[in-house]
DNA sequence: CTTGTTTACTTAAACGTTTAAGCATATTTT
DNA sequence: AAAATATGCTTAAACGTTTAAGTAAACAAG
């Protein structure tokens, strides 16, 4: 087996000390008054070895490890793995490395990627946070270990988020499918204590009260059991005399598995029922009637929680700060007003 | 700014040698001959201060990361982002962390993912390639380090990949095509010279030249073009007196810029026009028609890629060995039997 | 011809671990 | 009572890097 080439086996061959290799490799010629031909030479012997410097070395002289952790809740989700790309993206730019790992909505899989990212020394980290892990963040604030916290927040936990107007942007969707004279509209949500989640419920609970004369027609379903309880919730809208002229999902999975009931049950969009959901989908593009859907906007996002958590990382001292971005909401087919009858 | 805590601190602390801290730490007390109180002692003092062992020391010991770098094609994708997810699984299932990056499909991004994550000195790399990164395999294999390439592969470059039977899934869904009585079957691919792609044509090739008379009608979009050159190939393939009946996509995104075009179009699926695709998606199941697929077995990919790498990992001298894998034609609507007129 | 400065290098310590080897002291075996 | 063994700890070196401080030779200034 081939082994690694470090300064010493450089420092060997050109006949010198190691320190020199160092500085020469680090261009530090000019600092360290190297010779030129020395430097040339060192140069030269470095990448006929293929000299590759080891970080793990360097961070444990330096102290930072020029990585930040990063915890997503499911990667397989297109909307997370575009969350991933823009802070990988990101921090490529500012030099650093991505260690990530995905929780998928798991307490103990997420309490131990936590564990794992800081033994691994990460300079600090970005989590998107499982449901009931207010514990484990608690947790970290107590490391001294940097972190922000991305899409799902808890807003009595005082540190640095980034999110959304999920309360107005539901508030919009809503009064747009009130606009275009729906009179009873459903939503479709996760029964949750995520924070995000409910705030789309109580935009959506207060502009019907504001907008609209009709009753709440809010369904909940469970992560766990989306498939089931989705399929339910479509049931219980569509059912009796007054059945449901328009639905709201919370999000792009609900949303999905939603449409796929309503395609089977025959069910025409938008003339039967008016579609809104959070979160884009190339689903959506495909659907016959495009869904009409709230943007978050990822890239901003992504690039916001980099920026925050590197400025935290150079000032250990710096005050927690909320990033609230504005969202989008794309109108398109399947929340067309209904023709008259 | 909070301080992280070293066993110099604990040892300080207890009053006793770091070694011996370390020792209790790493559960050696048997074999060090610990005396138990101050084990006991030890170890309370350590969850006090909430220690957490620091890797990166680690690891410049041992002269190991437990840590597999991941290279993906595209994180965006579904598809990459499934198997970045059971790559990850699996790998901390053996107690490995995943650092990753994503390309992009970018080759001067891909090699400098392969340096940043060289530097790193992960133990070990799975790559998805980008076209045209022969030489940096190449370059590759003048490193100590084991890689195994997944999905994509280099047929002349003799190292371990993880594949599918890309012909012969293609060829199956061409002679299905031909079977529900298709007679101008058209195919949209990439123009790419990726192996794997090829594959994906020579298989329709050769099955028209086996069970049909029709003479070929492939088309090619450039990936970086895909949008404009999918709506070309489509108008291709539909224009004439002798417009296609079928249509093969050789990926998802390919299969997804097609159809949204083709409802654009109002051609209807599947009376006017068949359609199959290679890989899975979310808005295949959504489409008014579900799309009859290609589904390649992700989660065996992705942990055969883990185990080979490891092997690799574990014997530095281990042979190169292919795996296969075979995939599984999904018929659904999108590729019924066209009613007789 | 001292003294000072520049040039080109080396030495050595440090980062946080691990682990073989060493060293007292206490206990058991002959 | 001497020898052997067990017990409970410490010492020190090592992993690959960085960097302040030191040194020796060459050269310039007074």
Redesign the interface.
Known sequence: ????TSLKDIAQEAGVSTALVSYVLTNKEEKARVGQEMAKKIRKIASRL?Y??????R??KSGR?D?IGLIVAD????FF??I??TI??EA?RNNY??????S?ENLEKSG?LI???????VDGLILIPTEGSEQQIKQLQ???VPFVLIDRYFPQIPVSQIGINNYQASYNAIAHLVKTGRQRIGMIAYKTALYHINERKRGYTEALARHSQQPSLMKLARYSHIREETRQAIDQLLQGRKPADAVFFATNSLA?EG??YI?ELGVRVPEDLAVVSFDE???F????SPITFIRQPILEMGNAAVRLLLEHIKD??KPAENVCIDTELVIRQSSNRPKKK
């Open positions: 087996m081939k082994k690694k293929n590759q410097p080891n970080h793990i070395a961070s444990l490890s990585t990667i397989s989700n297109p793995g575009n991933a790309r990988e993206d490529k490395t991505v260690i990530f790992g995905s998928d131990d564990n794992v990212l800081l033994n691994r020394q107590k490391q001294p999905i449409l796929k395609n989908s190339e689903a593009d495909l659907y016959y250990g001292d």
